[in-house]
């Protein structure tokens, strides 16, 4: 892609593919990320949406539907997967993961109070509820199984965090997700860094005609801990980002399998690690700044990366990292629940992102944002115009940004409306509702948004406001429709 007028042009990534194991890291750049401001409308009013229409996730009203019928708050969520990241439905059932939390919190306190819970309803149905027609199942892990792997058992807090499931061998299931540890004094600060790791715990699956449930998951494999080498650890930065595993095989490389994640650069906070490779401008371009220039003004506290890993064993439950796949310093501190997406022979690293989350100088609203390439690791180019947003909620970047618990007057009713979109196969994509409104009049949200679909063309993804109406399709819609069913009993 060219120069927008005034603004830099973005850097020139070929998608080269790289071995998975070679030291090769894609940069999202200053550049790239700059290409976002490039294509938002500075004459935008108030409320109105200042980013193109074509990358925008669809309005969605505030009068939504419970999904889990007023039992759980809803938040990231996945479906069943198999190796090529296809979702079968079970013996004629959709299930579908949550993270959920006692209705009773505070939207805001699910972080530290999360579990893994799950939901099923019957595939292939024409007609459904408004609400998608699902039946909560409760939690899938027994009490006091995700907190058994940590040394430290004063924990202040004990969580579960994203993640996804795999289907083996016709009932078996493997849960790669994130057990956390929190270390609070009363005041919430920390008496020591929290600690996330990546752990897998493996059960078992069964639908009769009345539904869906799952037995074991009482061994939990402590498998991934951030290194302090490619992935910044809790010594390095109290505040680092370590979780969200997400794993597929790889046609180029049979046999073997990866894992994505969400990191940061290893780094000590505060140390001024951003180069001129980070910045990405081209020569002479006459909109560049130095690496100085962005860490003077702080910007160097935002150190995202995506990681990868190779599994060792066949049960994966043993795992060797390698470099990181993507780097986004000094741009943007988490790019998170991280996914590779095959299409046309192409890679895309679809990550989520918040405005929130930018450096100092860039900015770009809550959404998901891909990356292509010809491997797993590639000089990956970011999609739509060199920038890197795929599909992010209506925002207006020339007001505040606010927050979810306090959104803004002037800002997009919309900007809070879903986050941890996941692309599902099909182009469909899914997400949940955080905060739907403006400071005057708001609702929380907690449970699934509408599915949309966008359309992946090469460093194209357009949402596709033909589908559903106006581009919204049903409410919590997570369909196997693109899968087989699996019936161990036939
Ligand atoms: C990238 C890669 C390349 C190699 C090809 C072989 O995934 O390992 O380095 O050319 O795949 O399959
Ligand atoms: C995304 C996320 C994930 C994390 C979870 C914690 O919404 O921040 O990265 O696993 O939420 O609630």
Sequence with gaps: PDAVPGFPAPTQHSQQAYDPTDDFTAKWTRADARQIQAMSDPTAPPRANSMPEEYTMPTVPQDFPDMSNDQVWVWDSWTLTDETAAQPSFKGWEVVFSLVADRKLGFDDRHTYAKLGYFFRKANVAERPENGGWTYGGLVFPEGASGAIFEDQSFSHQTEW????????????RIFYTAVAFYRNEDGSNRKPYDPRIVQ?????FADENGVWMTGFRDQHDMLQADGKYYQDGDQNEFFNF????????????????????????????ERVCTEEDMGYRPGDPYTETADEVMDNGAHYQLANVGLAV???????????LPPILSANCVNDQTERPQIYMKDGKYYLFTITHRGTYAAGVDGPEGVY?????????????????SGLALGSPSNLNYANGAPFAPDFNQNPGQFQAYSHYVMPGGLVQSFID????????????????TVKVDINGADVTVDRTYGNNGLGEWADIPSGYAHDIDPTS
């Design 162 to 173: 994203s993640g996804s499931t795999r289907i083996f061998d016709g009932n078996k299931l």
């Design 201 to 205: 715990s493996e059960g078992r699956l």
């Design 243 to 270: 979780r969200d595993p997400f794993t597929f095989e790889d046609p180029a490389h049979p046999g073997k399998t990866y894992m994505v994640f969400e990191g940061n650069t290893a780094a000590v906070r505060g």
């Design 311 to 321: 599994a060792d064993n066949a049960a994966l439950t043993e795992w060797t990292f």
């Design 370 to 386: 891909g990356f292509v390439g010809d491997g797993i690791r590639s000089d990956f180019e970011p999609v739509n115009r060199g």
């Design 435 to 450: 905060t739907i409104g403006t400071s005057d009049d708001f609702v929380r949200g907690g449970t699934l948004a509408p």
